[in-house]
């Protein structure tokens, strides 16, 4: 499945769920992923052969595992990213939902943004006081 299809597939309001179960403390982001999820709706994906792919990573130093795409992933423009695709390596259990929540967060901080989320990026990139 191309990551256009999995963001047509759901709203907004059915992921925000998911963001806060994976990043507690986000409600305050809200607007911003909101925004960032309205304008990936609007663009026009450019066909990639490069995919976003969820797998298995083991933590330095320790035996534990999580599951995740490479940021490598998702260093590209929006457009580009919206037409991967995504795909999920044996063993991977993560719900639709649960993959486009971690790839809107993840399109937000390491994507090329256009200009007009400029003014989002700089709320959601703003140090904590």
Not at 28 to 39: H, N
Not at 41 to 57: A, D, G, N, Q
Not at 74 to 80: A, I, K, L, Q
Not at 92 to 119: M, W, Y
């Amino acid at each position: 499945m191309k990551l256009y299809e999995l963001i047509q597939s759901y709203n907004f309001d059915e992921i925000m769920p998911e963001i806060l179960r994976m990043f507690p403390g986000t409600a305050k982001y809200r607007e911003p992923l909101k925004q960032a999820y309205d304008i990936l709706l609007e663009m026009r994906p450019v066909p990639s052969k490069k995919s976003v792919r969820y797998r298995f990573f083991n933590m330095d130093n320790s035996d534990e595992s999580y599951m995740g795409a490479a940021d490598a992933d998702f260093r590209c423009t929006w457009e580009v990213c919206l037409g991967k695709d995504v795909v999920r390596e044996r063993g991977i259990d993560l719900s639709d939902a649960e993959i486009l929540a971690n790839s809107l967060v993840n399109i937000c901080f390491i994507g090329t943004h256009p200009r007009k989320f400029d003014a989002a990026y700089a709320e959601l990139t703003r140090p904590e006081r």
